[in-house]
């Protein structure tokens, strides 16, 4: 396995490529179980944020970041957009999505009450990766759905187009990948 040496912030890490299509490779940032580099990153994207009432993330590695951003804030609780309806859910909202990542179509889906928590409320969209811009435009959409003014847009990292952006924020710029038969890797900054 090749692996690709990544720094932020002072922490670094050995992140394994990994084929997503044909012609498409990751250097995979898998932060979910990093507590390390959520805690360090976490502060100093806080920094960067505006004033916020509510913070939202979907399903499910921004959910560490978006906890540990809210502890920091004291926040008693925050939103997550679900990946599938689940039984318990009251007067749902849905919206689908196709990002890099995942390859195929997924539904995002807020339960009634969640809903309900942001509507007229100054939200801030938290992911760990934004790339095509696709799953947070689909988190932007349902969270407008519900009556939410998005105030920011903020992950760890920002991949191809996204990285000249100015509507988001990030704390480090990441790469996707052209295989190369030789099995070395070229970063790409268009899927186009």
């Given at each position: 396995?090749?692996?690709?040496d990544f720094e932020?912030?002072?922490?670094?890490?050995?992140?394994?490529?990994?084929?997503?299509?044909?012609?498409?490779?990751?250097?995979?940032?898998?932060?979910?179980?990093?507590?390390?580099?959520?805690?360090?990153?976490?502060?100093?994207?806080?920094?960067?944020?505006?004033?916020?009432?509510?913070?939202?993330?979907?399903?499910?590695?921004?959910?560490?970041?978006?906890?540990?951003?809210?502890?920091?804030?004291?926040?008693?609780?925050?939103?997550?957009?679900?990946?599938?309806?689940?039984?318990?859910?009251?007067?749902?909202?849905?919206?689908?999505?196709?990002?890099?990542?995942?390859?195929?179509?997924?539904?995002?889906?807020?339960?009634?009450?969640?809903?309900?928590?942001?509507?007229?409320?100054?939200?801030?969209?938290?992911?760990?990766?934004?790339?095509?811009?696709?799953?947070?435009?689909?988190?932007?959409?349902?969270?407008?759905?519900?009556?939410?003014?998005?105030?920011?847009?903020?992950?760890?990292l920002a991949e191809?187009?996204?990285?000249?952006?100015?509507?988001?924020?990030?704390?480090?710029?990441?790469?996707?990948?052209?295989?190369?038969?030789?099995?070395?890797?070229?970063?790409?900054?268009?899927?186009?």
């Amino acid at each position: 396995m090749k692996f690709f040496d990544f720094e932020i912030m002072g922490l670094k890490r050995k992140l394994p490529y990994v084929q997503v299509g044909e012609n498409l490779a990751l250097a995979s940032f898998v932060v979910l179980s990093d507590t390390e580099l959520i805690r360090t990153v976490a502060p100093e994207l806080l920094k960067r944020l505006p004033e916020v009432d509510v913070l939202m993330t979907a399903e499910a590695k921004g959910i560490c970041l978006t906890y540990e951003l809210s502890r920091l804030m004291g926040m008693k609780d925050f939103v997550v957009a679900r990946k599938s309806r689940k039984p318990y859910m009251q007067n749902p909202v849905s919206h689908s999505v196709r990002s890099v990542t995942t390859q195929k179509e997924q539904h995002l889906w807020l339960d009634g009450c969640e809903a309900e928590k942001l509507k007229g409320k100054r939200v801030a969209l938290i992911d760990d990766v934004i790339a095509t811009g696709e799953s947070l435009e689909a988190l932007e959409t349902l969270a407008k759905s519900a009556g939410a003014n998005i105030v920011a847009r903020a992950a760890i990292l920002a991949e191809l187009e996204s990285v000249h952006r100015t509507d988001i924020i990030y704390l480090k710029e990441h790469y996707v990948f052209r295989p190369n038969p030789d099995g070395t890797y070229t970063p790409i900054e268009s899927l186009k």
